[in-house]
């Protein structure tokens, strides 16, 4: 029983690693919080963004995926001292992956009160249709 | 949960399950520990102490400051409109009804108060009150 066999060490494979990309501005990137949410002809994001102003946001889409960039400006923070903090102060960052059901050519950005909506069309023939009988 | 022929599959597929969570976004780094809402900074920026506080999605008048001797009482209200007929595939922002008062260390000079409000982040300037200062006595 007590002869344990010699474990040799092996080399495991290469796993692919699904690796975010590395930030190049100063600063933490934080992700807003979305609420997504969809109808019967087009699907709407909503994120959080607050203090980000709306010349500050970029929307991306490149292939299939949509990438949201939201810059904060840290000036009104610079002399202050903190005595108590609940939150950090930092970019946002998010990105997601869209079907092929989304019409790209359509999507629509607005930001009101620290709130990015984002409007998403559905392609029209991938809307629901309804077939009447006779 | 599922059930699979034999008990490898089953933990092969809780392995690819703890994989696919931990790259999804689910377990990233938000701006706060999601406690009480809203969340407040305190800061202090020479004699004045300013208060910040993340409200997205608030309109400026249905935010509601008070201030009494040291307290400041931010209160208000955050709908959601979302179309109807609608169905929800991901609910992470919270429609709210908050009203939170805090202790602030010094006493402050109520009519000298300023605040304002932009892209959802409210900001209460507060000058020390004279009173609250203290005074150099002189020794004779």
């Not at chain 1, 969809?38 to 970029?58: A, F, Q």
């Not at chain 2, 949960?1 to 490898?8: C, D, E, K, T």
């Given at each position: 029983m007590n002869d344990k066999e010699k474990k040799e060490i092996t080399v495991q494979d290469k796993k692919?690693?699904?690796?975010?990309?590395?930030?190049?501005?100063?600063?933490?990137?934080?992700?807003?919080?979305?609420?997504?949410?969809?109808?019967?002809?087009?699907?709407?994001?909503?994120?959080?963004?607050?203090?980000?102003?709306?010349?500050?946001?970029?929307?991306?889409?490149?292939k299939?995926?949509?990438?949201?960039?939201?810059?904060?400006?840290?000036?009104p923070y610079s002399n202050?001292?903190?005595?108590?903090?609940?939150?950090?102060?930092?970019?946002?960052?998010?990105?997601?992956?869209?079907?092929?059901?989304?019409?790209?050519?359509?999507?629509?950005?607005?930001m009101t009160d620290g709130v990015l909506l984002?409007?998403?069309?559905?392609?029209?023939?991938?809307?629901?249709?309804?077939?009447?009988?006779? | 949960?599922?059930?699979?022929?034999?008990?490898?599959d089953t933990l092969l597929a809780l392995q690819e399950a703890v994989e696919a969570a931990s790259t999804s976004d689910y377990f990233g780094l938000s701006t706060t520990s999601r406690g009480t809402f809203p969340s407040t900074n305190l800061f202090q920026e020479g004699d004045n102490i300013i208060l910040m506080a993340e409200v997205p999605g608030v309109k400026k008048?249905?935010?509601?400051?008070?201030?009494k001797d040291n307290l400041i009482t931010i209160s208000g209200e955050r709908k959601n409109n979302?179309?109807?007929?609608?169905?929800?595939?991901?609910?992470?922002?919270?429609?709210?009804?908050?009203?939170?008062?805090?202790?602030?260390?010094?006493?402050?000079d109520i009519n000298q108060v300023k605040a304002d409000y932009e892209n959802g982040i409210l900001r209460v300037v507060m000058p020390r009150a004279e009173s609250d200062k203290p005074k150099m006595i002189d020794i004779n």
């Open positions: 692919e690693v699904q690796t975010k990309s590395e930030p190049t501005i100063p600063g933490k990137v934080y992700l807003p919080n979305t609420d997504i949410v969809e109808t019967d002809k087009e699907l709407l994001v909503y994120m959080d963004m607050p203090g980000v102003s709306k010349e500050k946001i970029r929307v991306k889409i490149e299939n995926v949509l990438a949201i960039d939201g810059e904060i400006d840290s000036s202050l001292k903190p005595l108590y903090t609940e939150y950090n102060i930092g970019h946002f960052s998010r990105s997601f992956e869209l079907s092929n059901e989304i019409d790209q050519n359509g999507i629509n950005a607005t984002l409007t998403l069309p559905k392609a029209p023939d991938k809307q629901p249709k309804m077939i009447s009988v006779n | 949960m599922f059930r699979f022929s034999s008990a490898l008048d249905e935010i509601e400051v008070q201030i979302y179309p109807e007929k609608a169905s929800v595939h991901r609910l992470e922002r919270h429609a709210y009804k908050f009203n939170r008062t805090m202790k602030l260390p010094v006493t402050v």
